[in-house]
């Protein structure tokens, strides 16, 4: 099931050569950039690699999912990790996916882990079957969409605070830290993920906005440093909030603008570890959560939303749309407010 797409350039052209288990195959003609010939490497490769409905199976899927388009590695390190829970059902037929062959899946790993991350492994499951039935024209319901987990009573007052942006600008004053300060600030203030902050560099800030080029990550033990792909949304130009901004000219002057400005590398995990001791239960990446509440809060709509964060517009949809006590309070003024303008 295995096969890889690589492209090579001709004269002013690009073509791509995919390699399936060991059959070799080619593009007929040329394509002006690299990326182009990527992603039709990519669909010629699923074409070629989709098996027979029929005999389908849960795994030749999966493989299929994950293989498809563009997915940092860390991603597919992560997918690769949680397929393997999916095991006891590898070589079920797609078509034959039943709800009691998932659920007993979902429920067994929920024993042992937490909501979020059953959750988590719930939605990859989700996705492989939505792939079958959007991409691959699968006629079938999704055996996912019956399972409704419930959140264990432990595990509710664990849950990570979503903060309004009062509570987030008190909450970076308390941040003694300037790396981690600074860190949080992008992420909070600007909505980044933890790895374009850490990726930021001192040219990264033009005038009043933030230009999101590239991630920092640390992937098998090795930082890597890798551009964003503009086609995925992830290269984009974010407001400079003023607060960010103040901090931000606090920092010491830089004579090469495009060294990184935090050039120690901070885990996702150090930087928890360190909220912990503040008293505040959250992520990095629930700072992220925060500025999108408040964009919504404040009138941004969501396609506009969607390219700040360098999100689809589904996602965004589905998963950003916090409602804080801000946001509540809000709509309790106006809807019982009996004055009418």
Not at 4 to 9: P, Y
Request: overall charge positive.
């Amino acid at each position: 099931m295995n096969y890889t797409v690589s492209t090579r350039k001709r004269s002013t052209t690009w073509s791509y050569q995919i390699f399936v288990d060991g059959d070799y195959y080619s593009s007929e003609s040329g394509f002006k950039t690299k990326s182009e010939a990527k992603k039709a490497g990519d669909k010629a490769a699923i074409k070629i690699k989709t098996p027979t409905k029929s005999k389908d199976t849960f795994k030749a899927i999966a493989e299929l999912y994950i293989a498809d388009g563009y997915k940092e590695q860390s991603t597919i390190y992560t997918y690769e990790n949680w397929l393997k829970n999916f095991k006891p059902i590898y070589d079920v037929e797609m078509l034959k996916l039943t709800y009691s062959d998932v659920s007993s899946i979902i429920n067994d790993y929920y024993l042992t882990h937490k909501y979020n991350g059953s959750q988590s492994l719930m939605r990859f499951g989700k996705s492989i079957v939505n792939y079958a039935i959007d991409k691959l024209d699968y006629d079938m319901r999704n055996p996912f969409n019956k399972i409704d987990l419930k959140l264990k009573t432990e595990n509710a007052k664990k849950e990570h605070q979503i903060l309004t942006m009062d509570e987030m600008l008190t909450f970076f004053d308390l941040i003694k830290n300037p790396d981690i300060k600074f860190l949080s600030m992008c992420v909070g203030l600007a909505g980044m993920r933890i790895s374009e902050a850490r990726g930021l560099r001192y040219q990264s800030f033009i005038k009043d906005e933030i230009s999101v080029t590239q991630q920092r990550q640390k992937i098998k033990g090795k930082i890597t440093i890798k551009a964003q792909l503009k086609s995925d949304g992830g290269k984009r130009k974010i407001p400079l909030d003023p607060n960010l901004a103040a901090y931000y000219k606090s920092l010491p002057v830089a004579f090469n603008k495009n060294s990184l400005i935090i050039d120690k590398f901070y885990a996702s995990q150090t930087l928890i570890a360190h909220y912990k001791t503040l008293g505040y239960n959250i992520t990095p990446h629930s700072l992220r959560h925060a500025y999108a509440t408040y964009c919504i809060q404040k009138g941004i709509d969501f396609k506009t939303l969607s390219e700040l964060l360098g999100d689809t517009l589904q996602t965004v949809i589905t998963t950003y749309a916090h409602v804080n006590t801000d946001m509540m309070d809000n709509a309790k003024k106006v809807l019982t407010n009996s004055v009418t303008n």
